[in-house]
């Protein structure tokens, strides 16, 4: 499963979009070593949401209600935190 999944969703990472956008304004901005680091951080983040996905680590968040609610919580503070 997480190999499909994989394999579904690198050539989407790639594929020309708004995050491409934003890392083509970043490296006409800040330089192509800023560019490539914003696109490493957000490749990395969405391998790991993917294999979170795949190990069905969010089927496991009903047996810890307290884990759910931190991430919850971080997950908002770290959405005000880019607001």
Do not use: E, Q
Not at 36 to 51: D, F, K, P
């Amino acid at each position: 499963m997480t190999l499909a999944l994989l394999a579904f969703l690198f050539p989407l990472a790639w594929s020309p979009g708004p995050g491409n956008m934003v890392f083509a304004a970043i490296g006409a901005r800040h330089g192509l070593a800023a560019s490539w680091c914003a696109s490493l951080a957000y490749h990395l983040a969405t391998l790991a949401v993917t294999l979170a996905i795949g190990f069905r680590f969010l089927a496991a968040m009903p047996a810890a209600p307290v884990l759910f609610r931190v991430l919850k919580l971080a997950g908002s503070a770290y959405i005000l935190w880019m607001a």
